[in-house]
């Protein structure tokens, strides 16, 4: 079975998206696409022009071939960081908190304002024999995440993750089958530079430089007296021949020496850290990599050998048939987003995740009601067919009588034969009656879902969801399907008795605690509903993180039948 994930890089310059099949062992690029933005969409990594990136997310998936609008984007910036801080020794569960209290010490936001993402780097012991973790902290300022958030959903797609663009570097293009050294990984975008050093496929330092290939073109702009679309263009032609070509190779080379001094700088801060091995080599990526003379320029800087790499070397790219120039064109922008997509190539280390808890619950809730759409859809079909095939049962009956009726005059003649007439007659009211009971027995699953969402008390959340409809003419219950649900607000109506139940539902409900007041809420709710009675809550459970979870059954009544509802008539 395909599983099927989206990685989305909103850059200064294009918002870009890789869509891959990680089912199997070597990962399937099955489509990618980019669409470019307006200059000062993107400033430092933060969305200043959010309806221009909106625009172009929605753009780049009608013009693309994406199967999902299920998206892991990423952030990067001055205020999108990853801090190593050192910790006592805590279990697995207990790293958050534990995280959240030490980090005030080394993250610069405000804690109410700081998105908070840890992975475990190494367990070790002190000096003095104690037992402690070192972990690989992710933060990021809220208004930073909320602003791409807000962005992709206005765009029609849903947020599943926010990861680092750093992190995102080191999965595409810098695994742990390389080499057990450090290495770094240089990516130049248009208006960030990325320099991330890991060692094995883990982070070990990252750093945000706020310039690019952009500041480039700004100076070959000012030194000409040039528009910055020409100076973009001559950009990439310095190295040609040509004078113009030559008088902006000066100003180039010095916007570059600037940006080189910055990469050298960190690559040499992390050498000077105690206790790290030398960095072995140092793999160039981003569309800013392209400039001409860049990779040379900070090969004579770090002393290092400088490679430029291509994300499309570990996956299987047969499904696009790219050819040679097209996989060099695409490949300088394509590391981030496929990155995204990529899942930590360790098992045992989860990605980050900078999503905030209210925005992955609505995501959650969007894809259970995505998923009990299409169960809702397969079953009304089924009660369709059902009542297409009711009908011209009934139909063929009414024929008959018709022709039978035709033929009135004949049969007063042969009374004997008029009991034939009555019999066909019989049979047709006999149809209608049946499916009249169908329909005033079969559920209309659509409302009653509806229904439920909207009295879920606010702070309640629907783990679990099973719902059966009780067999016409039986006390049976046929089961419709399992799935979870989401809270939403309140309906109001009367409640019948058990007797009168066309199905029933059956819930795992959590909500916060210690007190019973969600449950109650619950039972308030489902009695000023037409459509449900005779609520019944199981055995309270209070939960570690003090919520409080019970099962809980409630009968649905007449009133959301489809024949009460018209869905079939």
């Not at 009991?419 to 027995?441: E, F, K, P, Q, T």
Request: hydrophobic share 45%; proline share 6%.
């Amino acid at each position: 079975m395909a599983q099927l994930v989206v990685g989305l890089d909103i850059g200064t310059s294009a918002v870009r998206a890789a869509e891959l099949d990680l089912s199997r062992s070597r990962p399937v690029l099955l489509t990618y696409g980019q669409v470019g933005l307006p200059p000062d969409s993107l400033v430092d990594g933060e969305i200043r022009d959010a309806s221009a990136v909106s625009e172009a997310i929605t753009k780049l998936w009608e013009n693309g071939q994406f199967s999902s609008k299920s998206v892991i984007v990423g952030i990067a910036g001055l205020r999108a960081i990853t801090r190593e801080i050192d910790l006592p020794f805590v279990p697995d569960d207990e790293i958050d908190s534990a995280v959240r209290f030490q980090s005030e010490e080394v993250i610069p936001f405000p804690p109410d304002q700081t998105i908070l993402s840890s992975q475990i780097l190494s367990d070790y012991t002190s000096p003095e024999g104690d037992k402690m973790r070192r972990i690989l902290v992710a933060a990021a300022h809220v208004d930073l995440v909320d602003g791409v958030i807000d962005a992709v959903e206005k765009a029609g797609l849903v947020v599943e993750g926010v990861d680092l663009a750093s992190s995102a570097l080191v999965r595409a293009i810098g695994g742990p089958d390389q080499t057990d050294k450090p290495e770094a990984i240089v990516s130049v975008g248009a208006g960030l530079t990325v320099v991330v050093i890991h060692q094995q496929g883990r982070p070990q330092f990252v750093r945000t430089i706020g310039s690019g290939g952009n500041a480039t073109t700004a100076a070959i702009s000012a030194a000409l007296g040039i528009p910055i679309n020409d100076a973009e263009g001559l950009k990439r032609r310095i190295g040609d021949e040509g004078g113009q070509q030559r008088s902006g190779a000066g100003a180039a080379q010095a916007s570059m020496a600037e940006l080189v001094g910055e990469i050298r700088n960190s690559i040499q801060y992390f050498a000077s850290l105690p206790g790290r091995p030398p960095i072995s080599r140092v793999l160039v990526t981003g569309g800013g990599s392209a400039l001409n003379g860049l990779v040379a320029m900070l090969e004579g800087q770090v002393h290092l050998p400088v490679l430029t790499v291509s994300p499309l070397a570990r996956l299987d790219t047969s499904r696009l048939e790219l050819s040679p120039e097209h996989a060099e064109e695409v490949r300088r922008v394509l590391a981030t987003p496929i990155g995204l997509a990529l899942p930590e190539p360790d098992k045992s280390v989860k990605k980050f995740n900078l999503l905030p808890p209210e925005v992955a619950r609505r995501s959650r809730m969007k894809k259970i009601q995505d998923r009990t759409l299409v169960g809702c859809v397969a079953v009304l079909v089924l009660l369709l067919a059902f009542g297409a095939w009711k009908f011209f049962q009934v139909h063929k009956a009414q024929n008959d009588v018709n022709a039978l009726q035709a033929s009135i005059g004949t049969l007063n003649a042969q009374v004997p034969k008029y009991d034939l007439v009555v019999a066909a007659n019989n049979a047709y009211s006999a149809g209608i009656a049946r499916r009249a009971s169908v329909l005033n027995a079969a559920v209309d699953w659509p409302l009653a879902l509806n229904e439920l969402i909207a009295i879920t008390p606010p702070k309640a959340e629907v783990q679990t969801f099973n719902g059966s409809a009780t067999a016409a003419g039986t006390g049976s219950a046929a089961s419709t399907g399992t799935t979870a649900a989401s809270p939403a607000t309140g309906s109001q109506g009367a409640s019948p008795t058990t007797s009168a139940a066309i199905g029933s539902i059956q819930l795992a409900v959590t909500g916060p605690g210690p007190s019973l007041s969600i449950s109650e809420a619950w039972i308030n709710a489902v009695a000023g509903s037409q459509l449900f009675a005779n609520p019944v809550q199981g055995a309270t459970t209070v939960n570690p993180d003090s919520t409080i979870s019970f099962p809980f059954t409630v009968s649905i009544t007449p009133s959301a039948s489809l024949d009460k509802n018209a869905s079939l008539k």
